[in-house]
């Protein structure tokens, strides 16, 4: 169907979009054919995986080739193939040495009016990292999965939904235009959604789907609003193109540039968990295992700051990044708050899953603050480091919850001294979090010192430090949470699993009796005992299947780091990826710092200090030994409001569902009375009169603190006033239409007899 | 025939419409009377289609009924709600946006 | 086989849950319907009270009495051999059956026995009431279910079974043919023939209908996987016949239990089914029809020669003295517990029938299905109403 | 129909005489549906005669029950709201008349040449609705509310997938005209081929099973005539109405399933044409005014032979259940006609 | 089932097609419906069939044990005793019961055929004649010229199947 | 043979019975004492502008006025209306205390300020019959829809979504 090129450009580069259509494809034949098949059709995902892996690879392999021997001018011209499928490349190709021209293979899609769209692929060096990132850890994943979900009721949909949504991501990765893309972010939406939900028997989870839905949901709707914008704006949705103008944005219209921006960038917020909207990335964990690793840690959350990337121009200018005397930008306000908001969450979490889920969001908050800073190969470079590492973590949070911890992801009450019975999640553990830390020649490090070296080199001060201080806290919270799974005493289901292999074969009718087969929970539906054959080193850890993909992740988690590593003077990736941001004449994106250990060395230090206090505090508090540090937080009040407030996320949820979800099902009447409340009579404790919550904690959290100053000085004048209209707010629907309409009709009357 | 005959019409059911959103205590009467002074513009913008000879306004009045289509949707359910939560639709029983 | 068992499990906890399942639903307000006692779905003058929340029943429970005909009471004024024109009446679609094990009771306190052949034509008859009776309930299935034509066919089919019982017996519907110590008459000439044909066409009616009903889709989706009783629930509430074996309790009196009649002398199988649903319920009704054909059969085949007729007294009085018999009617189990004072007549009779049992269960059953379903579990529960209302 | 009769009339003459036609399209097909299939049809399947005595093979049985229904009292139950419930029946009836308003039943033998027709089509099936919901409300019963939230539940269910699988032929077809798309059919060759003309149910017979399932539930025929459901819900919305009312709504129930059949002949089955080929014709204009004659008769062929379709399922099959009636169709029913759709639409443009 | 399967659906269609086609194939083909167009042909019952109950009033003497033993008690005789000649010549006269008046009442009878049963004089038979409806209900009592004209129509009592007994006398 | 001056007679009585059917129906949503009158009334007044739309010859409008109007909104309108249970006969809680004598003036009012404006503006303008598109040309209407209003129409998608799924979050119950 399409013909065959012999043009420069390679035949990956060019035929770059069957990387989605295969796992598009295999959705299908999943669907339909998925349960006649042997294994469920998880065959079919992981060879199409397999087979998007293949052509990613290839791609990424031309693309090096392209960038390191780029071709002559002139040679990409337009050539149109059979079915009016057209390949056109930029006209700036190689303008400049290493500016590489990206490849970009379109077919037409539709037209309305003077809107042209098309479907196709963009490749370029951010495109194919992501590409190869996404097709990678999706068939570990799948592998994975292959034990994880054994015997899983839904198995086949399983599969089914999480190769719609490599299909979805890597469109989106491709995607040339905005709609391409907003389908793709769509189409990920959608599985993220029903991964959630896997296990929707249970409320919690239908309820934790539907939390993510609609808060994702309300980014996508600035995603429009912002593509909406830029189209008005530029006239185009393509993002090559759009790219190019917004860098060499001239107009007066900067202010819808920066709307733009800014709607946008509510898109990146929601889907990639930043504060404020950030709250259902953790209750999203209560989907299996793999799906929090491949969607909820290393792909789909970090569409948002593919997003930011791959329209950095229209950031960079909408929002006035490093242009010089401004010290902030949303974009780093905003990650920055994540950075220290989730990893100040992470603390508190006994779930090992929940842990890891704040630490994404942490570290999403780091990407968005790099891009925010300026250190736009840091970004990407650390979405790409992070997928490893933070997959690596989650999949040994499985693991562990599979083979370890009777499928309780608990760890305080389920873990514990698994290190010796689990050793290679454990060392993969050890080398993720690691990695994770930033402790130095890990993967995390490179990625993560620079941002932080690029905060400080821009001049971002305050993010600099937040930066460092974020770094302390993930050390300290990781430390927490390793030394609760893998140190100490085992405990629950982990004792059971430590202790229950000493005896010979006992094993199995112990599992029965303490817990029976209900206790097993949705993860799994066999109990350990029949767990296909552990490999020969491994004799405790759990199957091939789990364990493979772990050693891979874990490898990569170190060695991934070395593609870039500004301290060994390697600068290869920023190489291949710089020319992704576009030929940008107009935009000066600062080159990222010369490494120096002098300047990595404020934030090593912290972040040591954060692992060697938090060991301590943990060894107190969880330790076997008796100290006076466990229980701390139930005698002293101080610390204790601090762990409340902490365990209860800051009460955003609560403020969700209390303002924003009554305010829907109460619609009119709620919120107009909130209003009416505060804005106009200024008499804060009447909403206790109210007795509804939302007026307590309101009070209690939001208006003692800020409003009330404020509105108490005013409080008299706008009573007095709100006294004198007191009649009019009658509260009747009608009153208000009939003075509407008669206030209409006067006018009109006006108006009338004005003019005549 | 006059163009004012439709427009005066739709001037009728318009102010029809108005008085009963002012009237009508029921909420679905209200939403009915809503329904009438929509279904008025949708007349006028037809008739002055006919002025310019042209077909924007029937463009327009399809979207107002689609548009109308989805009011009365999300408003119905919203008066079902209040119905399950208050056993009445009366809307000045509604009386919490009192100032 | 494991799916179903599933569904079971997951059907039974949803009629358990139904209480907790309203609040998903949309909620309307609640509306008590009187399914009856007028009412196509009752076959009679059966009333079912009916709390419902839009379509779904919250709370059910049939209120029965509306055609009480006091039977107990009237066999108190009538002699032994008036009896059994009465209790003809009781499950009118059955009667045969109706008189064997009153009959049966007499003897038993008489002391006598009928003799072989009698036995074997008692059998015989005995069966084909089941006949008569189950293959009107597996039309009826239809109607209750909007299909129209299952009925006609019943109608068709049923009419050459009542030909035989009227040509053996003289009556149609209430043949008042056992007596105390044997039957009124022998058969006519020609009955055996005629009834192997006719059982032949009776197993084409089944796999008809098994075509046009059972076979099809929507019928399935109409029956499966609702109104499951457990065989425990089942149990608990006393259920008989179809119903229980339908839950599959493997448990039928002509088999299970020693009478004179001639069960014992063939070889028959009892069907039973895991499922407790109402496909069951139908689909065992369905097999014990055909299976009955069979049954049939085989007694005509081995029928003996011989009298009808024991040597009673010309006037029956029964000793003094308590008897219990049931029998597995076309309706479950069906006994008479009789009381003689040595008069011409019973002292007391106390009747148990299968019916009045069978829709004990329907408050427990009904909770958390539709309307629809209302229907669906009331005709594959089967009753008659004169079974319940004696 | 003024062509048809090569005379010019004056415009209250083709008024009257489009209201007659009206009158006979709509009385005919429900007369001769009830007596061929109701009556005997349905009988035979039961293995029995069917009415014998009135007329030859009990033809004038239908005038009797009309007899019988008109002399029948009127009644309304006390706590009615009268004038709705009055009104309920004819407002059935209306639909039916207009729907019949847009079939072509030849060249020039139409009642209107609506441009819209397929749109206009599905709009007037749909005040049978409002009827059935103003009959199951006023009569005052619970039973008869429930199966008049059953029914509109069910219509406005069925309406969608409806609406879905006409849209294939819509596309192909490029016009929304009942009777360019029959000339389509008649006139189109398929590859070349003209033996058979292009009845559309070749290419969209999946659209063509979709319509007939709707048209099906539209028409509350059995495996989906919960609205009705005598086991369950007496009679549904009809259950208080006697005399002639109920004779209205029997005649609707009939005559819309011949109008429904009119139209799926139309859409899928080359309505009044049969393919031109066959006798030779290459050209509609050479024997349109045979056709005015032809066309209405090999229209009713064709609405027999759905109509019979339609009452076989009717008398075969069991009834669905509410919720699986609503699922078969959310879930079957409209995505296979949107999958038609795309399907079609694919084809339109790749050819 | 690992064959596959002719849809439920279908098989019911056929169903019904098969028997439309059995009820217009022409009654000589061994087709035609299973009804009888009945005023037009009349069904012939059963012999045994219980339609009504015949008197053959000489046989009658007027003992009472039908009224007795009916459960519903809807016969009702009288009669008066009156002399008879004599059966040989020479005899004394016979006291006879004469019958003034033998009923059943249909609208009472269950049709248990209870009396037939146990007449010891033959008096009283089952004829399975059954047009006897009438519009008034009171008509349904037959006196005993009516019940005495249905004699007519009793048939002879059918031969046994094969392996009865053989019944003496009568 | 029909005349134009014929015809446009003949429209205008259709138009002045219509009109008639319609204000009558109008007046009756908003008097009426019974929910499922005043809801019927409010059908005879949509199928009244429904027959206006085709005197303007806009019939594709008006076949979607029925379809839409008729067939959903209303059927929609009396299913809520019964769900929340309707009574029979009169309703006698359906007007606000007072709501006539704000509501008369304030209508008349502004009644009186379009009726004098539109008669000033439009005195004796004719409906045009013929005009640069084919009026009332359905093909012509979805090329407006689908190329100049696309925009719109995509929107108008996304509202009709949103308010689907908001209209069942609203009535579910959990």
Known sequence: MFAESTEAAGWFLENAWLIPLIPAVAFFLILGFGKRMPRGGSEIGIASMLASLVIAAGTAYQWVQRVDAPVAEGEHALARGSFGFARTFSEEAAEAGHEVAPVISTLDWFDIGRLHVSIGSHIDGLAVTLLLLVAFISTLVQIYSTEYVRGDRRYTHFFASITLFSAGMLTMVLAPNMLQFILGWEIMGLCSFLLIGHWWEETANSKAALKAFFTVRVGDMGLLVGTAALFALFGTMEIGEINEQAANFAGDNKGMLLFAAIALFIACIGKSGQFPLHTWLPDAMAGPTPVSSLLHSSTMVVAGVFLVARLYPVFHVGLDINVAGQSFNLIAVIGGITVLIAAGLAFVQDDIKKVLAYSTVSQLGYMMLGLGVGAWTGAVFHIFTHAFFKCALFLCAGSIAHTGSHHSFDMKKDMGGLRKKMPVTFVVWIVSTMALMGVPFFSGFFSKDEIIDSAKHNHYTVFYFVAIIGAAMTAAYMTRATYLTFFGKARGGAAHFVHGHDDAHDTHDAHADAHGHDAHGHDDHHAPAHHSAPLPFAKTDSSWQITVPLIILGVLAIFSGYLNAPALGIHWFEHMTESSIGAGSAMSVPPPPEFSWAAAAPGLLLVLAGFVVSLLISKAVFGEKKTALQGLTQRNSLLGAGHKFLVNKYYLDALYENVIVKAVAYPIARAAYWTNQHVLDGIVNAVGIGGKRTGELVYKYVDQGLVDGAVNGSGATARGAGGALQPVQSGKVNLYGALLFGAAAVGALVLVLVNS | MLVNNFLILGAVLFSIGVYGVIARKNAVLVLMSIELILNSVNINLLAFDRINGTQDGAVFALYIIAIAAAEVGVGLAMVLLIFRNRKTIALDDLSEMKG | MTDLADRQKLSYIAAQAADARLNVELETEGMTLNLGPQHPATHGTLRIIVRLDGEQVIWAEPSAGYMHRGYEKLTEVRTFPQVTTLVNRIDWLGSFANEVPFILAAEKLMEIEAPPRAQWIRTILFELSRIANVSLFLGDLGVQLGAITPVFMAFRDREYVLNLIESATGGRFHPNFDRIGGLKDDLPEGWITETKQVMKKLRNFCDEIENLLFGNEIFQSRLRGIGVIPAEVAKQYGLSGANLRASGVDWDLRRDQALPLAYDKIDFKVWTHPDGDSFARCWIRLQETREATKIVDQLLDGIPSGPVMAKVPRIIKVPEGEAWVSTENPLGEMGYYVVSKGDLGPFRVKIRSASFNNISIVPWVLRGVYVPDVISILASLYFILGDIDR | ?351 | MPKPQVPGLVKGLGVTLGTMLQTIKPKKLGGGAATVQYPHEKETPPIRARGVIALREDNCTSCMLCVRSCPDWCIYIEAHKELAPPRRAGGAPRKVNKIDRFDIDYALCMYCGICVEVCPFDAIFWSPEYEYSEPKIADLLHDRTKLGEWMETVPEAPALEVGAEKKKGK | MLLASDIEVAQNIGFYLIAAVMVLGAINVVRSSNVVHAALSLVAVMGGAAAQYLLLSAEFVAVTQVLVYIGAVMVLFLFGVMLTRAKLGKDIDLNNKGGAAIGAPVALLLFGVMAYVLIKGFEDDRIVTSGDEAIGSTATLSDKIFSLYALPFWALSFVLLAAVIGAIVLARKD
């Open chain 4, 1 to 351: 129909m003024t062509a048809l009769l090569a005379v010019d009339l004056p415009y209250w003459a083709q008024s009257l005489l489009r209201v007659l036609g009206g009158t006979v399209a709509v009385l005919l097909p429900a007369g001769t549906i009830v007596y061929l299939f109701l009556f005997k049809m349905m009988s035979f399947m039961q293995s029995r005669l069917g009415p014998m005595e009135a007329g030859p093979y009990g033809s004038m049985q239908l005038f009797a029950e009309v007899g019988k229904w008109l002399q029948k009292e009127d009644i309304a139950p006390e706590r009615a709201d009268i004038r709705v419930f009055r009104a309920a029946p004819l407002v059935v009836l209306m639909s039916t008349f207009l729907l019949v308003a847009v079939v072509p039943f030849g060249p020039d033998a139409y009642f209107t040449d609506f441009e819209a027709g397929v749109f206009y089509m599905l709009a007037v099936s749909s005040i049978s609705t409002l009827g059935i919901l103003m009959a199951g409300w006023s009569s005052a019963n619970k039973y008869s509310l429930l199966g008049g939230l059953r029914a509109a539940g069910q219509l406005i269910a069925y309406e969608l997938p409806m609406v879905l699988a006409v849209i294939g032929v819509v596309i192909q077809a490029g016009s929304m005209n009942l009777q360019t798309i029959v000339i389509k059919q008649n006139s189109d060759s398929i590859f070349g081929w003209d033996g058979l003309g292009y009845p559309y149910i070749l290419t969209q017979f999946v659209a063509f099973l979709v319509f007939m399932i709707a048209v099906q539930a539209e028409l509350t025929q059995t495996p989906f005539d919960m609205p009705i459901a005598e086991s369950e819900l007496v009679s549904g919305y009809m259950t208080e109405y006697s005399g002639f009312r109920f004779l209205i709504f029997f005649i609707a129930e009939f005559a819309t399933a011949g109008v429904f059949a009119f139209i799926a002949s139309v859409l899928f089955l080359g309505g009044w044409g049969v393919p031109f080929a066959w006798f030779g014709w290459d050209d509609i204009n050479s024997v349109d005014n045979w056709m005015n004659f032809g066309g209405p008769l090999i229209m009713f062929t064709k609405m027999m032979v759905l109509t019979g379709i339609i009452m076989w399922v009717r008398f075969s099959y069991p009834r669905f259940r509410e919720d699986q009636l609503q699922r078969f169709a959310w879930k079957v029913l409209i995505p296979v006609s949107l999958v038609n759709i795309m399907i079609t639409a694919i084809f339109k443009v790749a050819f």
